[in-house]
């Protein structure tokens, strides 16, 4: 009976990782900006401009996404690399996350 093995080219799932880890950041970041927004254009909406507050609304609504999207590409980033990690030591039980 033939054993299958299972081979991983490391820098390449390193490389993965580090994109997942980056646009993590970059969402993270984009959050932080979209928050920054909503809440000047909260203070502009309060002075008069109805325009603002839908704008403002708008951005509350997506903001949970953009959010839950930066998590899980930092989850992901983190998941592969300790995953190439436990690859490298050949330890098979330590990147159960992905059998």
Same mark, same amino acid.
């Given at each position: ?21 980056? $646009?993590? /950041? ?10 920054? !927004? &909503? *809440?000047?254009?909260? +203070? ?21 996404? $953009?959010? /839950? ?10 998941? !592969? &690399? *300790?995953?190439?990690? +436990? ?13």
């Amino acid at each position: 009976m033939a054993v299958n093995e299972v081979y991983m080219e490391v820098p390449v799932v390193r490389s993965m990782a580090k994109k997942f880890g980056d $646009i993590g /950041q970059v969402l993270s970041n984009v959050n932080k900006v979209l928050e920054t !927004l &909503s *809440t000047t254009l909260k +203070a502009v909406a309060f002075i008069g401009f109805v325009g603002t507050a839908v704008v403002a609304q708008y951005i509350d609504t997506i903001k949970p996404y $953009i959010k /839950q999207m930066a998590d899980k590409c930092v989850e992901l980033g983190k998941d !592969l &690399s *300790t995953s190439v990690d +436990a690859y490298e030591r050949g330890d098979a039980t330590g990147a159960t996350r992905f059998h």
